[in-house]
């Protein structure tokens, strides 16, 4: 027997005391002080320019500090003050709510309306040990963003989620970023970041149905002020709803958009009928792109009217509300003296 196995011998004798102490006088309950499977990983603290490893931070001896760091950067929150390794998940706290769910239903998509509460989030995230890395599962059965890749519906759920994709969902930030802001808190110069519990380099978009789309956007043809809490509800849920597909930039279907997440809460932001416009020229801009020969996006206001069912004023007015937050980008034209702005670009 090696040293090393000797060693990793000792140490699981000594858990299993620790644990039984620990629940036989009520100090703690087991399960809060996780077990690693692999006491002595082989994985590479430093990079080949000198960096830290951000793999390494997953090391099961940075739990009490992994710990720390949450409980510093959400502290308003006010999770993992105590021993507990069971945590409020935050998305309630950083994005916007859900209120409707998308169903296939016999005719096409249905949608009904959910109460985003906070049952769906209570004590749902659950910090661990898996084998010898540092981890976060979500255990909500209540929850009903099946787009979250923490999930248990999701098909492609990741699980666990490391430090850094922790925070890429509770926030929607980038991985470097998450990356940049957990080195920062540790003191330390990380390398790069690549592997599970982050988000791939692989683009991954919702495969979304065009009639779905296109019949939900006629319905709300002539919409009312106060319908528009419930136009991007229904939009953003049919958008989320739609399966995760790997996407890349000459993937066109001829009944299906690719639509990113970013798209759907952009729905958020712009909070006004304009929704119906940003999604149109998304769809429009997509299927101009299959031909690279052909012309490009190119819009004005009375073309966006007629596509989508308004005025010439009220397109004019969405095409303003969509500039101002950076969602489109516009040129002029000129046909004698003449001068007209086209919309020729959408972005996310």
């Excluded at 196995?5 to 309950?29: M, P, Q, T």
């Excluded at 963003?145 to 923490?150: E, I, K, P």
Aim: glycine share 8%.
């Amino acid at each position: 027997m090696t040293d090393s196995e000797h060693n990793a011998i000792d140490r699981d004798e000594l858990v299993k005391v620790w644990h039984d102490y620990g629940l036989r006088f009520s100090v703690f309950v087991p399960a809060h002080q996780p077990r690693p499977d692999t006491w002595e990983p082989d994985v590479r603290q430093f990079d080949e320019k000198g960096r830290v490893n951000p793999h390494y931070l997953k090391h099961w001896k940075f739990l009490a500090r992994t710990k720390g760091f949450l409980r510093d950067r959400y502290a308003e929150h006010g999770i993992l003050k105590g021993p507990t390794l069971f945590f409020d998940c935050l998305v309630r706290q950083f994005q916007n709510p859900m209120r409707y769910a998308k169903v296939e239903g016999e005719y096409g998509p249905d949608f009904f309306e959910v109460k985003d509460t906070q049952d769906w989030y209570e004590k749902a995230i659950r910090m661990g040990i898996w084998d010898w890395q540092i981890g976060f599962s979500c255990r909500s059965v209540l929850c009903q963003r099946r787009w979250c890749s923490m999930h248990r519906g999701n098909p492609k759920r990741i699980n666990p989620v490391d430090v850094y994709g922790l925070l890429t969902v509770f926030e929607r930030i980038p991985a470097a970023s998450a990356k940049a802001q957990v080195g920062k808190w540790f003191g330390m110069k990380l390398g790069d970041l690549k592997g599970a519990g982050v988000r791939t380099p692989t683009v991954y978009r919702r495969k979304v149905s065009k009639k779905a789309l296109s019949v939900l956007l006629k319905e709300y043809e002539n919409m009312r002020t106060h319908q528009v809490k419930e136009l991007i509800g229904r939009l953003h849920g049919l958008i989320k709803g739609s399966p995760f597909e790997e996407w890349h930039g000459r993937k066109f279907d001829d009944d299906y958009a690719f639509l990113s997440d970013k798209a759907a809460d952009n729905l958020y932001r712009i909070n006004s009928p304009a929704a119906k416009a940003y999604v149109w020229l998304l769809i429009r801009q997509e299927e101009l792109a299959r031909n690279t020969r052909g012309a490009k996006l190119s819009v004005s206001d009375s073309e966006l009217a007629t596509a989508i069912g308004v005025s010439k004023p009220s397109a004019q007015t969405y095409r303003k509300a969509l500039t101002k937050l950076g969602l489109i980008e516009t040129g002029e034209t000129k046909a004698g003296k003449t001068a007209e702005i086209r919309i020729v670009k959408v972005k996310y």
